[in-house]
């Protein structure tokens, strides 16, 4: 059984990767002062991050049309897959897994959309591992999947509250921190809830957070570092990471400049990582 693999762009997967394992990503849609723009192709991140903060109306999103996702699964199915796992980001935080729902019903028996429960490389890493152990059939990629979910860890820290305020999607842990926009907020994702763990004053805190989450994380077995437009610290960050313990992260550690459609919720100059527990 040929296995096709499909997820979206909150999946932050280097273009090269989904290449190499023939991963589908359907592009999100960012609203900025009005005009469409598609997730990774219209804007850059870099420049999206630097007009964050002078859009005169708060960025939004959409999710893909139900149509985008038909054109893939049509695709891939013409080209020989017998079935579809499609996988995208959690269902608390986002509608695009009801569009992908939506096109699989014209389908039937062919797809298989998955909640991830979580966003970016959290989301990817599954993706990852479903691509990886797709050739050994779909019980087999399903299993491969729930089992990454379960070792995974997603953190990150806020540069400031704004964003999330701006957004309207302030988690009710992160809202009982109170009003203080000045304060940067450690959070996590889990089961596609994000709660608060804690909150720092300071950016040098809040790297010393990260870098203290990871060193005490135990080995494993994939890493992204993940930022929004805030490159310089998160290679000290990897740095400092390889230099105190090198023999606990992998090789291929990836370094991502988080999508727009999701830092557009975020902000500039967060800090954090995806990682798979060995």
């Known amino acids: 059984m040929k296995i096709g693999i499909v997820t979206d762009s909150t999946s932050d997967l280097p273009g090269y990767l989904a290449e190499q394992h023939g991963i589908e990503v359907v592009p999100s849609i960012l609203i900025l002062d009005g005009r469409e723009y598609v997730d990774g192709k219209s804007i850059s991140r870099e420049e999206f ?5 002078d859009f005169k109306a708060p960025p939004t999103t959409a999710a893909p049309s139900i149509g985008e996702f038909q054109a893939h699964y049509q695709r ?3 080209n020989g897959c017998d079935h579809i796992i499609s996988i995208h980001p959690a269902s608390q935080l986002t509608t695009i897994i009801n569009s992908a729902h939506q096109a699989a019903q014209d389908f039937p028996g062919k797809i298989t959309v998955l909640d ?3 966003l970016t490389l959290g989301l990817g890493f599954q993706v990852l591992a479903a691509a990886e152990s797709a050739e050994n059939g779909l019980q087999a990629a399903l299993a491969v999947i729930e089992a990454t979910r379960k070792r995974l860890h997603v953190s990150a820290v806020l540069d400031t509250m704004e964003y999330l305020k701006r957004s309207g999607r302030v988690p009710g842990t992160i809202a009982a921190l109170g009003g203080l926009l000045s304060i940067k907020p450690l959070i996590e994702l889990t089961d ?3 709660k608060a763990i804690g909150a720092v004053r300071t950016t040098k805190q809040a790297d010393e957070r990260i870098l203290n989450f990871l060193l005490v994380g ?3 077995e994939r890493l992204a570092i993940l930022h929004t437009n805030a490159e310089n610290r998160a290679r000290q960050l990897l740095n400092e990471l390889m230099q105190r313990a090198s023999q606990s992260v ?9 999508t ?3 830092g557009t919720h975020l902000g500039p100059n967060g800090l954090g990582f995806a990682a798979v527990k060995a």
């Not at 991050?49 to 903060?53: D, E, G, I, N, Q």
């Not at 992998?250 to 988080?258: H, S």
């Open 49 to 53: 991050y630097k007009r964050l903060p």
């Open 76 to 78: 891939l199915l013409e």
């Open 116 to 118: 991830s429960g979580s």
């Open 192 to 194: 596609g809830e994000v």
């Open 218 to 220: 135990g080995k494993f």
């Open 250 to 258: 992998p090789r291929d550690i990836l370094m991502i400049n988080v």
């Open 260 to 262: 727009a459609v999701i």
